[in-house]
C-alpha cells in the first residue's frame, strides 16, 4: 500500500485532512482530545507502509512503556528517498557546502539511493544484520548521510559520535552500544584546519571488542595512521550493488541512538524508532519552517547532534525537499560565510543556534548586509534560549523584518520541536525570545516544586508534557531503569523536560533554562559531572564542582573549581594539563574557562555541594548568596570570593 503521492502537504491543507478544524486552536484541540485519529490519519498520509499499522498508540507515562503505529511495517531510507526517487531522480537532495566556499556538491535522490545502497551492501558484507548497532564517526558529508540511511535500509542501529569527541569519549559510546562496525573518514576539514578523524577511531577501537571494521571514506587523501580492521568504503562501494533490498522493519523497531548528557557523569544513549520518530520530523519539519516541494533548506548543525538527525537529514529528506549539508563554520572564511552561502545557494529556510548569532552580532552588520539574502523565509533558532537582542538582530538584520522567526524548544529525547511559534495561523503575533505555542499533540505543563500542575497562567515552574507525542525517546540504550528515573519519576505520569519554563499571562511560554546539573555551553549539553570526571583523573585533583555562569556568546561557560591535592602547586602548567584532560576524556568544547583552585568546598553537614553557592560566585553575584547558614564550614564562601576569577 502505498499513500505516500500526499505525503507532502500545507497548513491549509491540514484542514481538508481534519475537516471539522478550520482554525489553528481548533486543530491544536483536535489533536489533543482525537491524538489517535489525529496521528493515526497523519501516519497513513505521509509515510508509505509495507504493512498499515493496527492501532494508532499504545502509552503509559506510569510505567515509560511507549508504542506507536502497532503492527505496522515499513522502512524508513524508504520513506526517505525510493519514493522521492520515483517521482524524480534528478531531483537534488543532498548539497554539500564544503569547508571552502564555492565548492558546492549536489547529490540528487538517484544519486542518494545508490550510494545509500552500495553502504547497505558493504555493511551486509561484514556481518551487520538487523538490530546491530553501527558508530558513524564523520562530519557533515554525503556519505555521513547515506550511511545513516544505509543502516535505516538493512535495520541496523546508528549512533553518531559527533566528530568533535575525543578518543576516549568515542570509545565509551562505542562500547556501551556495543557497536560491531565503525564509519569515519580519513580526515574532516573545518574553518581550514584538518581533524584526525581516523586517527581518533583508531586509538578509540582498541578498547573496543565489538568492532569488527572500520570502514574509510576518503575527505582529504593525506596519508593517516592505519589498523587491520581498515576497509577502503569508497572502493569497496564501487564493488557493491547499488540496489539493496529494503529490510522491512516494525513501527517500533529502533532506528538509532544518540548519546546525550544527563545529570550523571556517563552520556545515555537515547533511543528513537521508526515510524513514530520519522512522522515527527516530517511533520514539525514542515509545519514549523514552512518548508514545501522546491525549497532548499539550509539548517546548520553538525549531525552529530539531534538537530541535525530531525532537521539535516529524516525531517527534509522524508518531505522530499533539498537539505543543506554545512560543513564549516560561521566565521570562515569570514564572518559573512553563512550569509554568502545563502545569497549562492538561494536558501529558503535557515536554521542554526542563538550563540553562532551573538559571535556574528559582534562582527558587525556588514558581513550580513552585502548579501542578498531575499531568498530567505523562515529563520529558525535552536539549543538554548534566544535573547532578545540576538532575535531582534536576526529578525532585521538577517530577516529584513520579512522572514518568520521561529524559536523552537525541543531536546534528544523529544525527537522533533514541541513548542515553537508555527504552526499557527499565517500572520500570527511571533514574539522575541520564547518558542511560544506547543506543536500540535503536545500539551505542556508547568509543576511547582510541590509537584501541583499549576493551571494558571503568569507562573514558573518545571515544564513537564502531559501527553505522549510519536517523536517521544522509547528508552535510554540498556539503562530503561535510569530512562524512567529521569523522566517519569520525577513528576509522575508527566514526562519531565529537565527544563524551568515560564507561562506567561497570555499562554505563551518561554524556556529559563535547565533545572538538573546540565549545561548549555553553545547549544551543546553538557553534564557538570562529566567535567569533574575528567578532571578527577588528574594526579594532582583531590575534588573539584563544575558549574555554569552567563557567558555572553556560549550562553553558558564552564567554572571549574578544584581543590589539589597536598604537595601541588597551582601554577599556570596545572591549568593547562587540566584543560589538556578534559579535552582528552571528553571534548575541546568541554574546556573550563574558569579554572579556580581554591581550598575548600561549600557542603553542607551531610557533605553535599551547595551548588547555588558556586552559581553565584561564578556569575559574579556573591553579594546575593542567600542562606548559608546550613554549611558546615561558612567561612570556605569567603575564601572562594576572594579567589573569585572573572574572565576577560
Ligand atoms: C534540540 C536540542 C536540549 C536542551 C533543552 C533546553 C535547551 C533547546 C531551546 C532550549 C531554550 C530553546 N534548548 N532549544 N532552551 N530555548 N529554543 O538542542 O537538543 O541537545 O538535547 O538539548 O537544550 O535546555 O533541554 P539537546
Given at each position: 500500500m502505498d499513500s505516500s503521492t500526499a505525503s507532502v502537504f500545507s497548513l491549509p491543507e491540514l484542514r481538508d485532512v481534519f475537516p471539522g478544524c478550520t482554525s489553528y486552536e481548533e486543530l491544536y484541540n483536535f489533536s489533543i482530545n482525537e491524538t489517535d485519529v489525529f496521528w493515526g490519519t497523519l501516519a497513513r498520509l505521509r509515510l508509505r507502509w509495507s504493512r498499515n499499522f493496527e492501532r494508532v498508540s499504545d502509552c503509559d507515562m506510569e510505567t515509560g512503556l511507549f508504542r506507536w503505529f502497532i503492527g505496522g511495517q515499513l522502512n524508513v531510507s524508504v520513506n526517505c528517498v525510493d519514493r522521492h526517487k520515483e517521482k524524480d531522480a534528478n531531483k537534488v537532495a543532498l548539497i554539500w557546502e564544503k569547508d571552502e566556499p564555492g565548492q558546492e556538491e549536489r547529490v540528487t535522490y538517484g544519486e542518494l539511493y545508490t550510494m545509500m545502497n552500495q553502504i547497505a551492501n558493504v555493511l551486509k558484507s561484514h556481518g551487520v544484520l538487523k538490530g546491530d548497532r553501527v558508530a558513524i564517526y564523520m562530519p557533515a558529508c554525503p556519505l555521513a548521510v547515506a550511511s545513516m540511511l544505509a543502516c535505516a535500509r538493512i535495520g541496523a542501529v546508528h549512533s553518531v559520535v559527533f566528530a568533535g569527541f575525543s578518543a576516549e569519549a568515542l570509545a565509551s559510546r562505542i562500547i556501551d552500544a556495543e557497536a560491531k562496525v565503525v564509519i569515519t573518514a580519513d580526515q574532516g576539514v573545518r574553518g581550514g584546519k584538518l581533524i584526525e578523524l581516523k586517527k581518533t577511531v583508531v586509538t578509540a577501537v582498541t578498547n573496543c571488542p565489538s568492532v569488527t571494521a572500520i570502514l574509510v571514506a576518503k575527505r582529504t587523501g593525506n596519508p593517516v595512521v592505519s589498523s587491520q580492521l581498515d576497509v577502503d568504503l569508497d572502493e569497496a562501494m564501487i564493488k557493491e550493488s547499488g540496489e539493496c533490498e529494503p529490510a522491512i522493519l516494525d513501527s517500533e523497531d529502533l532506528l538509532f541512538m544518540l548519546y546525550t548528557s544527563g545529570s550523571t557523569g556517563n552520556p545515555k544513549g537515547v533511543a528513537h524508532t521508526q515510524a513514530g520518530y520519522l512522522l515527527y520530523a516530517s511533520l514539525t519539519h514542515e509545519l514549523v519552517f514552512d518548508c514545501n516541494e522546491g525549497d532548499i533548506f539550509g539548517c546548520v548543525a553538525d549531525i552529530g547532534w539531534i538537530t541535525g538527525h530531525s532537521y539535516v537529514v529524516y525531517g527534509p529528506l522524508a518531505n522530499g525537499v533539498t537539505t543543506l549539508l554545512f560543513e564549516s563554520t560561521p566565521t570562515y572564511p569570514d564572518p559573512g560565510r553563512y550569509w554568502e552561502t545563502v545569497q549562492r545557494l538561494k536558501v529558503n529556510q535557515f536554521y542554526t543556534a542563538p550563540t553562532a548569532i551573538r559571535l556574528l552580532i559582534k562582527h558587525g552588520n556588514e558581513h550580513v548586509e552585502k548579501y542578498d539574502l531575499s531568498s530567505l523565509r523562515t529563520l529558525g533558532s535552536v539549543g538554548e534560549p534566544i535573547n532578545v537582542?540576538?532575535?531582534?538582530?536576526y529578525n532585521k538584520v538577517v530577516g529584513k523584518e520579512k522572514c518568520v522567526v521561529v524559536?523552537?524548544?525541543?531536546?534528544?529525547?523529544?525527537?522533533?520541536?514541541?513548542?515553537?511559534?508555527?504552526?499557527?495561523?499565517?500572520?500570527?503575533?511571533?514574539?522575541?525570545?520564547?518558542?511560544?505555542?506547543?506543536?500540535?499533540?503536545?500539551?505542556?505543563a508547568i509543576l511547582?516544586?510541590?509537584g501541583e500542575e499549576l493551571h494558571d497562567n503568569d507562573v514558573t515552574g518545571a515544564l513537564c508534557l502531559k501527553k505522549p507525542w510519536p517523536g517521544m525517546a522509547r528508552t535510554i540504550y540498556g539503562a530503561h531503569g535510569r530512562f524512567l528515573e529521569t523522566y517519569y519519576r520525577p513528576f509522575r505520569g508527566l514526562y519531565f523536560t529537565g527544563d524551568g519554563a515560564i507561562r506567561h499571562s497570555d499562554g505563551y511560554y518561554q524556556i529559563t533554562g535547565r533545572m538538573d546539573d546540565v549545561i548549555n555551553v553553545s547549544g551543546h549539553r553538557l553534564g557538570t559531572a562529566e567535567v569533574e570526571n575528567a578532571l578527577g583523573q588528574h594526579p594532582s585533583v583531590a575534588e573539584s564542582a563544575v558549574v555554569g555562569y552567563p557567558h555572553d556568546i556560549k550562553g553558558e561557560g564552564i567554572y571549574a573549581y578544584v581543590i589539589l591535592k597536598d604537595g601541588f602547586v597551582a601554577d599556570t602548567k596545572t591549568e593547562s594539563e587540566l584543560r589538556g584532560i578534559v579535552r582528552q576524556k571528553i571534548a575541546a568544547y568541554a574546556l573550563p574557562d574558569v579554572i579556580?583552585?581554591?581550598?575548600?568546598?561549600?557542603?553542607?553537614?551531610?557533605?553535599?555541594?551547595?551548588?547555588?553557592?558556586?552559581?553565584?560566585v561564578a556569575a559574579d553575584q556573591a553579594e546575593d548568596l542567600g542562606d548559608i547558614s546550613t554549611l558546615a564550614d561558612p567561612s570556605v564562601v569567603e575564601d572562594l570570593i576572594a579567589h573569585h576569577r572573572t574572565l576577560v
Open positions: 537582542e540576538a532575535w531582534d538582530w524559536d523552537t524548544w525541543w531536546q534528544t529525547e523529544t525527537g522533533g520541536i514541541c513548542i515553537s511559534p508555527r504552526p499557527s495561523a499565517p500572520g500570527s503575533e511571533i514574539r522575541p525570545g520564547m518558542p511560544m505555542r506547543p506543536m500540535y499533540g503536545i500539551s505542556p511547582s516544586e510541590k579556580q583552585i581554591c581550598t575548600g568546598l561549600p557542603k553542607t553537614r551531610s557533605g553535599k555541594i551547595m551548588r547555588r553557592i558556586l552559581r553565584k
